[in-house]
Nanobody, 125 residues
Framework: QVQLVESGGGLVQPGGSLRLSCVPS????????IGWVRQAPGKEREGVSW????????NYADSVKGRFTIARDKDRITVYLQMNNLKPEDTAVYHC??????????????????WGQGTQVTVSS
C-alpha cells in the first residue's frame, strides 16, 4: 500500500522560509520520481517540482525557480522542498506525489500516480 506522509507546512510572513518533508512507504519505494504539487483555492493545480530517483535530476516550475529547492535525504527516502523568499501567491495546499514512469508519459506537470494528503502553506503578513 502506497503511503506518502507530508509535514512542515504552516504560516509564514512574505520573504520567509519553510521546509516541507515527504516520507514515502510501501510500493512507493519503487518509484521513478517524487515531487510536489500545489492547489490554491480558485486556482488550477500546479506542479511545483520533482526529483528523479535514479540520478537526483530535478525540475522546477518557472514560478518557483531560484526560490525552491527539492532534495533527497542521505537515506534516499525522505524528500524535502526548501522554500525561500515565500510570496503570498505561494499560499496553497502542497501535496507530495509519486510518478512511476518518466516525465514524457504524463500530459502535464501536475499529473502523478500517487498522492499524499497535503500540508497547508500560508504566506501572509
Amino acid at each position: 500500500q502506497v503511503q506518502l506522509v507530508e509535514s512542515g507546512g504552516g504560516l509564514v510572513q512574505p520573504g520567509g522560509s519553510l521546509r516541507l518533508s515527504c516520507v514515502p512507504s510501501g510500493i512507493a519505494l519503487d518509484y521513478y520520481a517524487i515531487g510536489w504539487v500545489r492547489q490554491a483555492p480558485g486556482k488550477e493545480r500546479e506542479g511545483v517540482s520533482w526529483i528523479r530517483k535514479s540520478d537526483n535530476g530535478t525540475n522546477y516550475a518557472d514560478s518557483v525557480k531560484g526560490r525552491f529547492t527539492i532534495a533527497r535525504d542521505k537515506d534516499r527516502i525522505t524528500v524535502y522542498l526548501q522554500m525561500n523568499n515565500l510570496k503570498p501567491e505561494d499560499t496553497a495546499v502542497y501535496h507530495c506525489a509519486i510518478r512511476v514512469a518518466p516525465a514524457h508519459y504524463y500530459s502535464d506537470n501536475d499529473k502523478y500516480d500517487y498522492w499524499g494528503q497535503g500540508t497547508q502553506v500560508t504566506v501572509s503578513s
